[in-house]
């Protein structure tokens, strides 16, 4: 599994009775395959997820082991954000569990709200953020980077170049704190985490992207530098969406959803097992985890 995807803008979409084929900023292409609005199967759903986003695949296979035990067929699916949200909003996907509102992912909102219903908020509050090791202690707000440029050898490590995160950090953070010094370095997500724990282990300075919900806050000594300014924007949500009458389709999923809560620790949690167990074997920590935390997820299926 690619874990390197991006929070990207959408670009345009096109959609046919069965296949749909959305285009995101990168230029690629992901072809969605019909969802369980193809027959009428009420006991078959289709979940997509992005790579890159912890959380996103956290979710995803914590529900469908939990649907799976309940007697649900789950098909997975890996898609862009672009294609995950048209997907849901042509009834092709049942579920995209990552969707960060009403900020971070406004542009897939205002394009396909309209078709889209918000099965559960599942956490909040949830934030884009600039972040630093606990051991730079001068540094406690993005305001305080003008100063220290040269301790971090005026570079911000970066994610994906046509991230949300990405393009905020760009054109909103760094001309509003006056970050001229400083360049923005265009990565992945996995390259910008292996220069941060490079760094925390030689103690040295660095200032990353990043986001929480996300495992490195549990993992590594962390904090993120306080946006004065509220150039991010205010925090977002993140909500799991479904096409428009999935409640009605599907009661018994809709209703354990809106119970679906998770606090940070138990994200992060789940987050460092799936780390743990490796790729490929999601759906194992899923399910290892559910069994150490038996009372919430009992909580969610009332």
């Known amino acids: 599994m690619n874990h390197t995807s991006g929070r990207s803008l959408l670009v345009g979409c096109t959609a046919a009775a069965l296949t749909l084929v959305a285009t995101a900023c990168s230029g690629q292409t992901a072809t969605v395959d019909s969802g369980s609005d193809d027959g009428g199967d009420s006991k078959s759903l289709t979940i997509s997820f992005t790579p890159g986003y912890d959380e996103d695949i956290a979710a995803t296979y914590l ?3 939990i649907l799976e035990e309940k007697g649900y067929k789950i098909d997975v699916q890996e898609l862009d954000i672009a294609s995950s949200y048209a997907g849901v909003a042509n009834k092709q996907i049942d579920l995209y569990l990552d969707a960060w509102l009403p900020t971070t992912h406004e542009p897939y909102w205002k394009k396909f709200g309209d078709k889209l219903d918000v099965a559960s908020t ?5 934030d884009l953020n600039l972040t630093v090791p606990t ?43 006056g970050l001229d010094d400083f360049q923005l370095t265009e990565s992945s997500t996995p390259a ?41 924007g205010k925090p977002d949500k993140v909500q799991a969406i479904a096409p428009k009458g999935f409640a009605d389709d599907h009661p018994d999923v809709a209703g354990w959803l809106k119970n679906f809560k998770l606090t940070s620790d138990q994200l992060g949690e789940l987050e460092l097992l799936i780390q743990k167990k490796g790729e490929g074997n999601e759906q194992e920590a899923a399910k290892e985890w559910m069994a150490q935390n038996k009372s919430v997820v009992d909580s969610w299926l009332k």
């Open 63 to 65: 529900w469908k082991q």
């Open 192 to 232: 910008m985490l292996s220069e941060l724990q490079s760094a925390i282990k030689s103690k040295k300075p660095i200032v990353v992207t990043l986001w929480r919900p996300h495992w490195a806050y549990t993992k590594l000594p962390l904090k993120a530098l306080k946006d004065t300014e509220g150039a991010y």
């Open 135 to 177: 051991y730079v202690k001068d540094v406690n707000t993005i305001a305080d980077l003008k100063a220290h440029a040269s301790e971090f050898g005026s570079q911000i490590y970066g994610i994906e170049a046509g991230t949300g995160l990405m393009r905020l950090t760009r054109t909103s953070v760094m001309p509003k704190y």
């Open 122 to 126: 599942w956490y909040e509050p949830a």
